[in-house]
């Protein structure tokens, strides 16, 4: 039996009504550690600060995020744990498609009405499902996924009841941990048992890894034709259509989406980024202004919003109205890193476009220095600040902003749009100089790390390595090497908690730079295999 009355609740309820008698079903069914927020927002500064064994929410929250798109975010920015149960509350029969369809699924989902006995026994269903699961929960959140997937493997077997559900949890930690292989073959097993839409995008995601990005965009088309509120395959549809080099496409699949569900910020921020890319800047302007509109009241705001709508409103020749962004990013958001950078570009854009080159050669002198937080800036309000310096006529600083995005492109594209830059400001010898000035360093670091090593001075490789991280805290090729210098440290001079930490920090990095890496799998087996060589709990 399980215990209900060591468990704690939040309740995110808009309606003091409905939060009334949800309490006192919580108080009958023995759970009387019950706490509440009203909207989405207070609903996630709360659960920043307290861990609850159960949310219990409303579908419906009022004005610009629903319960699906809060419970994205909180399992997307790690707000809550896994073993945290989220149920959703909802009077929408139409809920079952979108949930069936949810990447991010609640733990459960109770039609409205019900009564108290109801809602007593799925909590004491999700929760016996819960315990089953909370091993693997538990290495998954030490950052185990090897054993993990182990345990899942397990569970299929012990938990027969929910053998597909560790199937699941299994397939999704292969595909974190870039076995985008084995994945693929879990995903395809699951599918000859049950034609589930879960499986079908996690097939696609495999094969988007693999960089089958055809196959992946059949299957994915697929999924959207059956399922027009399937809001997940459409955006990894969105991403197949980007990679392949499809941006109108990609484009247009976002803006579909966004027709389904216009209230998430992530996916609206996205369909203005491809937007200003393709020139329609109609369509930027308008998203990107409710982002902005949005994003004030998030916890989740990005200042870097500000600065993309400002884009937008100057390639239509709207400097009245980008004035006022600037003012508003000001006003809106003082305090956070990036306001100053973000303001700091805006103005010198603003400049340009005016004609004023002296200011704004002033303004993106001042980014540029030592000593400015421009480094906080993403690599897309990069490539502007780089395009913004050869318009002023400031080359050296524009060569060494694209320099540092050149050090720190994840991947050949990202390579190749460093060199774009150069190229439409009539310079594109200097681009092929300046990759090749990049590769030499890369290639020197890493053969002269190796080369510590192999005369057995692991320090002095672990301190060179450690450094190109800094000089290229974005290169995946220096990511890798740098930790498996670490781990060679550890491996030959004995354990060092500091060394095998930031070993996984620099894994963690390098999986979210290149999650598709083929040197990801063997990389995090040597890190395992070192725990376990020390007797170390992850």
């Given at each position: 039996m399980i215990d209900l009355d060591t468990i704690t609740a939040l309740v995110v309820e808009a309606n003091p009504t409905m939060r009334t008698q949800l309490r006192n079903m919580l108080n009958l069914s023995g759970i009387s550690k019950v706490q509440?927020?009203?909207?989405?927002?207070?609903?996630?500064?709360?659960?920043?600060?307290?861990?609850?064994?159960?949310?219990?929410?409303?579908?419906?929250?009022?004005?610009?995020?629903?319960?699906?798109?809060?419970?994205?975010?909180?399992?997307?920015?790690?707000?809550?744990?896994?073993?945290?149960l989220f149920i959703m509350v909802t009077g929408e029969r139409q809920y079952e498609r979108v949930v069936s369809a949810a990447e991010l699924a609640p733990n459960d989902y109770i039609l409205k009405p019900f009564a108290a006995d109801t809602l007593q026994e799925r909590i004491e269903r999700a929760l016996t499902k819960r315990d089953a699961f909370m091993p693997a929960y538990r290495l998954i959140e030490l950052g185990n996924a090897p054993d993990a997937i182990a345990v899942c493997a397990a569970g299929e077997n012990d938990h027969p009841q929910w053998a597909v559900d560790f199937m699941r949890l299994r397939a999704e930690l292969l595909i974190t941990c870039g076995k985008a292989d084995d994945a693929h073959k879990l995903y395809s097993k699951i599918l000859s048992l049950r034609s589930i839409p879960w499986a079908r995008l996690g097939l696609a995601k495999a094969l988007f890894l693999q960089k089958r990005f055809a196959e992946a965009e059949s299957?994915?088309?697929?999924?959207?034709?059956?399922?027009?509120?399937?809001?997940?395959?459409?955006?990894?549809?969105?991403?197949?259509?980007?990679?392949?080099?499809?941006?109108e496409a990609a484009c247009k699949v976002l803006a579909t989406a966004t027709a389904v569900s216009p209230h998430r910020v992530g996916r609206l921020r996205k369909l203005g980024e491809l937007a200003i890319e393709t020139g329609d800047h109609d369509t930027a302007e308008k998203v990107l202004s409710e982002v902005v509109r949005k994003g004030k009241y998030s916890?989740?705001?990005?200042?870097?919003?500000?600065?993309?709508?400002?884009?937008?409103?100057?390639?239509?020749?709207?400097?009245?109205?980008?004035?006022?962004?600037?003012?508003?990013?000001?006003?809106?958001?003082?305090?956070?890193?990036?306001?100053?950078?973000?303001?700091?570009?805006?103005?010198?854009?603003?400049?340009?476009?005016?004609?004023?080159?002296?200011?704004?050669?002033?303004?993106?002198?001042?980014?540029?220095?030592?000593?400015?937080?421009?480094?906080?800036?993403?690599?897309?309000?990069?490539?502007?600040?780089?395009?913004?310096?050869?318009?002023?006529?400031?080359?050296?600083h524009g060569s060494e902003v694209v320099l540092d995005l050149m050090r720190n492109a994840a991947d050949e594209r990202s390579m190749e749009r460093a060199k774009a830059v150069?190229?439409?400001?009539?310079?594109?010898?200097?681009?092929?100089?300046?990759?090749?000035?990049?590769?030499?360093?890369?290639?020197?670091?890493?053969?002269?790390?190796?080369?510590?090593?192999?005369?057995?001075?692991?320090?002095?490789?672990?301190?060179?390595?450690?450094?190109?991280?800094?000089?290229?805290?974005?290169?995946?090729?220096?990511?890798?090497?740098?930790?498996?210098?670490?781990?060679?440290?550890?491996?030959?001079?004995?354990?060092?908690?500091?060394?095998?930490?930031?070993?996984?920090?620099?894994?963690?990095?390098?999986?979210?730079?290149?999650?598709?890496?083929?040197?990801?799998?063997?990389?995090?087996?040597?890190?395992?295999?070192?725990?376990?060589?020390?007797?170390?709990?992850?």
């Amino acid at each position: 039996m399980i215990d209900l009355d060591t468990i704690t609740a939040l309740v995110v309820e808009a309606n003091p009504t409905m939060r009334t008698q949800l309490r006192n079903m919580l108080n009958l069914s023995g759970i009387s550690k019950v706490q509440f927020a009203v909207t989405a927002g207070s609903a996630v500064r709360k659960l920043r600060d307290n861990r609850f064994d159960l949310i219990l929410c409303e579908y419906h929250l009022g004005e610009g995020q629903d319960g699906q798109h809060l419970l994205e975010d909180l399992r997307l920015h790690h707000i809550i744990p896994l073993s945290t149960l989220f149920i959703m509350v909802t009077g929408e029969r139409q809920y079952e498609r979108v949930v069936s369809a949810a990447e991010l699924a609640p733990n459960d989902y109770i039609l409205k009405p019900f009564a108290a006995d109801t809602l007593q026994e799925r909590i004491e269903r999700a929760l016996t499902k819960r315990d089953a699961f909370m091993p693997a929960y538990r290495l998954i959140e030490l950052g185990n996924a090897p054993d993990a997937i182990a345990v899942c493997a397990a569970g299929e077997n012990d938990h027969p009841q929910w053998a597909v559900d560790f199937m699941r949890l299994r397939a999704e930690l292969l595909i974190t941990c870039g076995k985008a292989d084995d994945a693929h073959k879990l995903y395809s097993k699951i599918l000859s048992l049950r034609s589930i839409p879960w499986a079908r995008l996690g097939l696609a995601k495999a094969l988007f890894l693999q960089k089958r990005f055809a196959e992946a965009e059949s299957l994915l088309q697929g999924l959207v034709g059956e399922n027009d509120m399937y809001l997940d395959a459409y955006d990894w549809l969105s991403r197949t259509r980007e990679a392949a080099g499809e941006l109108e496409a990609a484009c247009k699949v976002l803006a579909t989406a966004t027709a389904v569900s216009p209230h998430r910020v992530g996916r609206l921020r996205k369909l203005g980024e491809l937007a200003i890319e393709t020139g329609d800047h109609d369509t930027a302007e308008k998203v990107l202004s409710e982002v902005v509109r949005k994003g004030k009241y998030s916890d989740f705001r990005d200042p870097e919003d500000h600065v993309r709508l400002l884009q937008a409103q100057l390639a239509k020749g709207d400097t009245a109205q980008a004035e006022s962004t600037i003012r508003d990013l000001e006003r809106t958001m003082p305090g956070l890193d990036k306001t100053r950078p973000c303001a700091t570009l805006s103005s010198a854009l603003l400049h340009l476009k005016k004609g004023n080159a002296d200011k704004a050669g002033e303004a993106l002198r001042a980014l540029t220095s030592e000593g400015s937080n421009a480094h906080d800036l993403s690599v897309g309000l990069k490539r502007e600040l780089a395009k913004a310096c050869f318009a002023s006529q400031l080359e050296d600083h524009g060569s060494e902003v694209v320099l540092d995005l050149m050090r720190n492109a994840a991947d050949e594209r990202s390579m190749e749009r460093a060199k774009a830059v150069l190229r439409d400001a009539g310079k594109a010898e200097l681009g092929e100089t300046l990759a090749a000035q990049m590769q030499m360093e890369v290639r020197d670091l890493v053969s002269e790390g190796a080369r510590k090593a192999q005369e057995g001075d692991f320090d002095g490789a672990v301190q060179l390595m450690m450094n190109a991280v800094r000089k290229m805290p974005g290169n995946v090729h220096v990511l890798f090497n740098a930790t498996l210098a670490l781990l060679k440290h550890v491996e030959n001079c004995g354990w060092n908690e500091q060394f095998a930490h930031q070993a996984r920090d620099l894994m963690e990095r390098a999986r979210g730079q290149d999650p598709g890496n083929a040197r990801l799998p063997a990389l995090t087996a040597y890190y395992y295999t070192l725990l376990k060589k020390y007797g170390i709990q992850p």
